[in-house]
Structure formats: C-alpha cells, structure tokens
C-alpha cells in the first residue's frame, strides 16, 4: 500500500509519526507525499486545546470526499485517538483506524485487519513496554537531527491538561538504550540529538536527568545535545549546572512557567509560585546570559483577574525571556480544570494575549540586538540559498539565521559552521560566514 502520515501537535508526535512510517515501510509499505496519492492515510493528532481538535475533524471531512473517488483507509492515531477512542467511529464513521499512543507497535496488525475488509478496528491499551522500540526501525525525517525519546507519558497532574490522560503515566527508557540509540545515530551521521519527554528532567532510567546528559555528551562526533520538555519543579541545580558547564549541551532552556500569579499557578495545580520559579532560573547563575531562555503562558484560565495577569506581565519582563509560545486557556474533556467556570470574557483573553505577544515580540528584539558582533557556531538547515539569496542556518540558542555566504560557494547541509551575527530582526538573525 501508499501511505500518507498528516502529523499536528508536538515533537513527540513528530517523532511518533517516523516510528509509525518506519513500522509501515517494514512490512513492505510505500511512504507517499499527499494524500491524494495514497491508499492509506494515517492523522497523527494532538488534543492539547480545542482548535487542534477542530483541525482533525475538518481534515477528516476532506479526507471523506476523497474516500467517496477512491478506496482509501483512514486512521487515527496520536492523543485524540487516545482520548475520544470509540467515540471517533461516532463523530466521523468513514474512519476505519483508532490507534492509542501507547499502542503504536500495533499499527501494522490494525493496518492489515482493516485491509482485510474488518471494519473500525481500535487499539487503545496502555501497552506497558511501548516507549521500548526498536530505532533501526525508524524512518527519520530529519538528516541533521535525530529525535530521541527518553521518557514517555506524565506524572504531574496539571489541572488543565490532557497529557497525563493521552500519554499514560511516566515510563523511563532504560540508560544502555538510550546511549545505544545516539550512538547509532552519531555512526550514521548525525551530529545533533534531540531528548524528548514532556517532562525530561524527571528522569529516572538508571540515573538522573543530568548525569545522562553527561553521559551522552562523551559520545564522540556528538556535536550539540537538545531537549525538551522541562517542568520547573523537576529542574535541579545538578542539571542547572550541567546546561551551564557542558558545552555539548546546547545553550538552550525551554521551562514553561505558565502565569506569574500565585494564585492561578495553585488552581493551575503547577506546585511552584512565581518566586520558586525565579528561584530555578538563578539556579544558572552567570550561564543565564550565555543561554536562551523560553517558555509556555496560559492567558484567561479561570477566574484570572487583571492583577493575576499583571503579574504574568511581570514575571515576563523579570526572566526578560528571549522566547515563549502563548495561548488562550482552553477547557479540556475530562481534566480537573473543568470544575472552575470559563469566566473570562473571549475579548478579554485575546487582549491579554495580544500585549503579552507583543511585548515578547519587543523582548525577543532586545536579545537577537545584543547578540550582534557576536560569533558563535550555527548549523545549516537548508540545502541551497532562498530566493533571497541567504542560507538557512540555526544557532545553539535556536535562533534561525540568515546566512550571507560568497557568491558561488556552498554550504554543507547539517554541519556547525562558525559565524559573524551583523544583523537582527524580531523573528531572525542575520550573519556572515567567517
Ligand atoms: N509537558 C509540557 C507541556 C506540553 S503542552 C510542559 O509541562 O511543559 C504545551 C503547552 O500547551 C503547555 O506548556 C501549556 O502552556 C499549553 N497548554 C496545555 N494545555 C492547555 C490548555 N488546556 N489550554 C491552553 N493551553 C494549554
Ligand atoms: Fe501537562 Fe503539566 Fe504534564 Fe506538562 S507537566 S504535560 S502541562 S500535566
Ligand atoms: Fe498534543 Fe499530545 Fe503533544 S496532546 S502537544 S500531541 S503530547
């Protein structure tokens, strides 16, 4: 069969979406690029909020027209699968596949039941070894960066969120495995690692989150090691200072913080306040300048006052991140948040989000301003120059660059080059081989 993967959501999904293709290509399947040329068509969702939901079900009304022309397979599979099961058949009855997120080595049972004429087939069983796979069966998107899960699911149990329901519980990849998998993507290649988690700084597969950083950085032709995602109250001074002093690491701190209001962090169910979280940033002492700093907001949870979102703005401008990913509150299926009325007015949270972004926006200008003069080492990302004339490059701190390089030469794809940063806008930087 041709198979077509539509991915949403987060890095876990990206990366779930190479294993899922890399189990199909194992039984003989055909990786195609649309849907249009496909019999089999897997959604890779997220349920993070609800206009991701919305996608899902607006793309599988597309995918119904098509599947009217032509016999097509349709799956579901990522955290909506998880999380509305049998109730996908109800809302969208032309999907034949309904696969959990910790189900996914069943994909090629499933795929072969539905082939063979059975209809809606469902896996969503907490299947207890899934964060164990096997990495030489993993499609890689990325030539440059391979994705590295170490921890899957969430122990914490933030009010509003639907990971700790979607993904299961924590299961921590043993440290051998981990090690064995850099490894073979290092002989293969690569040059930079991505550790995924939503919370990768809770772990605990044979040692701590820190130690296996260092561990991984003495791999040798490694270049640069990544990571995401972080919870402050799992974030030590151990690992604080493993960021800092290891130079394999790169200088990179994503640590969502969520509202700077003591009172919505206790109804968010964060189990910091805001001075316990500026605690954690000090915890990098003189290495905080030499690091990019970023973060996730939450606007309008319930019950947010004005004054609880002045206090956001400050914590804003305290940390003066360099990043940070904002959104409107969200009510979700089944999580405790629901129990607090939705009371703020929609005007309201797109306000408080549009000063929020703006005033990030300023900040985010400030930080690529002062890095100007500066040279440091920026990988390629791009294979020629864009229409306007500059390659695609991206620093340790994950700024994307505009690379100016001499009339005819070209620039390795996936390798660390140095530069000379001579210019900055809001969104990139603009640099200079050297
Ligand atoms: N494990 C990660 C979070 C993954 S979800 C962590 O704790 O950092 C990514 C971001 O989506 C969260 O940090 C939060 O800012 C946002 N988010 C999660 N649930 C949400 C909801 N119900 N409404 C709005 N935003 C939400
Ligand atoms: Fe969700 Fe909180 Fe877990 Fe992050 S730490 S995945 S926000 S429950
Ligand atoms: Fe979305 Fe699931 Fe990731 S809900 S953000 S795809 S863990």
């Not at 440290?175 to 490894?183: H, M, N, R, T």
């Not at 209001?261 to 002492?285: H, N, P, V």
């Not at 009325?341 to 309201?348: E, H, N």
Request: glycine share 8%; with cysteine.
């Amino acid at each position: 069969m041709k198979f077509h993967i539509e991915t949403w959501g987060c890095q876990m999904n990206d990366h779930d979406s190479e294993k899922l293709s890399g189990l199909l290509v194992k039984e003989g399947h055909e990786p195609v690029a649309s849907a249009a040329d496909a019999d089999l068509v897997l959604l890779n969702t997220c349920s993070i909020r609800e206009k991701a939901v919305h996608k899902v079900y607006s793309e599988l009304g597309r995918l119904r027209e098509e599947k009217e022309q032509k016999p097509l397979l349709i799956g579901v599979v990522g955290c909506l699968a998880q999380q509305d099961k049998e109730a996908i058949f109800k809302r969208a009855p032309h999907v034949d596949i309904v696969l959990g997120t910790m189900a996914i080595k069943q994909l090629p049972k499933l795929v072969g039941e539905a082939a063979a004429g059975r209809k809606r087939v469902i896996d969503t069983q907490e299947y207890p070894d899934n964060h164990l796979f096997p990495p030489e069966v993993t499609q890689r998107s990325s030539t440059a960066k391979g994705l590295v899960t170490i921890i899957e699911g969430c122990n914490h149990a933030c009010t509003y969120c639907v990971v700790p329901t979607t993904r299961g519980p924590e299961r921590h990849r043993p440290v051998a495995d981990v090690l064995g998998e850099v490894q073979g993507l290092v002989q293969r290649g690569y040059r930079e690692v991505e550790l995924l988690g939503q919370n990768v700084n809770s772990y605990a597969g044979g040692c701590s989150f820190a130690e296996l950083l260092d561990r991984i950085s003495e791999i040798d032709g490694l270049e640069w090691i990544r990571f995401t995602t972080s919870h402050p109250m799992n974030f030590t001074q151990e690992l604080a200072h493993v960021l800092v002093a290891n130079s394999k690491v790169a200088p990179f701190l994503h640590l969502p913080v969520q509202s700077g209001s003591d009172k919505i962090l206790r109804r968010m169910g964060r189990q910091y306040t805001s001075a316990e979280y500026l605690e954690r940033i000090a915890f990098l002492g003189e290495g905080r300048n030499r690091l990019s700093l970023s973060t996730d907001f939450i606007v309008g949870f319930p019950d947010e006052s004005d004054e609880d979102f002045e206090a956001t703005m400050r914590i804003l401008d305290q940390v003066a991140f360099d990043a940070s990913f904002s959104f409107v509150y969200s009510p979700r299926p089944g999580t405790p948040a629901l129990k607090y009325k939705d009371d703020i007015p929609m005007r309201v949270k797109s306000e408080r989000l549009a000063r929020l972004q703006a005033r990030q926006t300023e900040l985010t200008f400030q930080s690529h301003r002062r890095m100007i003069g500066c040279v440091l080492q920026a990988r390629i990302e791009s294979h020629e120059p864009t229409e306007a004339g500059h390659w695609m490059a991206r620093t340790g701190q994950w700024q994307n660059v505009h690379l100016k390089a001499g009339e005819d030469s070209t620039l390795p794809f996936g390798e660390l080059v140095s530069v000379k940063i001579t210019g900055a806008g809001p969104h990139f930087l603009t640099a200079e081989t050297l």
